[in-house]
């Protein structure tokens, strides 16, 4: 069983960044997610697809982070991070890590934002002030 551990967020002001970590254990070293990625979600509004990278190192990210947030990860790890500069109160929310470890979904959905993941972590909060 794929377990994902958030952490690193926490209370900023704006302007300011943060670097959340989210660590994979559960499957066998050889075999790598086929794409990882983070979400977040705010209170009374959707799930948002923030950033997604593949085993290969490919990036996509949201039009509404990109220039500021990076994704990247550390197979010898198994660790992803997202490095999120010039933070913004309207970045306040939920952030939550992902993985596709099934070639099934990887086929189906591919590895951007807003695709479907097979695994999920318990989210870490963000918050940003004005």
């Known amino acids: 069983q794929v377990q994902l551990v958030e952490s690193g967020g926490g209370s900023v002001q704006s302007g300011r960044s943060l670097r959340l970590s989210c660590a994979a254990s559960g499957y066998t070293y050889s075999r790598s997610m086929y794409c990882m990625g983070w979400f977040r979600q705010a209170p009374g509004k959707e799930r948002e697809g923030v950033a997604a990278i593949d085993s290969d190192g490919e990036t996509s990210y949201a039009d509404s982070v990109k220039g500021r947030f990076t994704i990247s990860q550390d197979n010898a790890k198994n660790t992803q991070y997202l490095q999120m500069n010039s933070l913004k109160p309207e970045d306040t929310a939920m952030y939550y890590c992902?993985?596709?470890?099934?070639?099934?979904?990887?086929?189906?959905?591919?590895?951007?934002?807003?695709?479907?993941?097979?695994?999920w972590g318990q989210g870490t909060q963000v918050t940003v002030s004005s």
């Open positions: 992902a993985a596709i470890s099934e070639i099934v979904t990887y086929a189906r959905t591919g590895c951007v934002p807003g695709a479907s993941f097979d695994y």
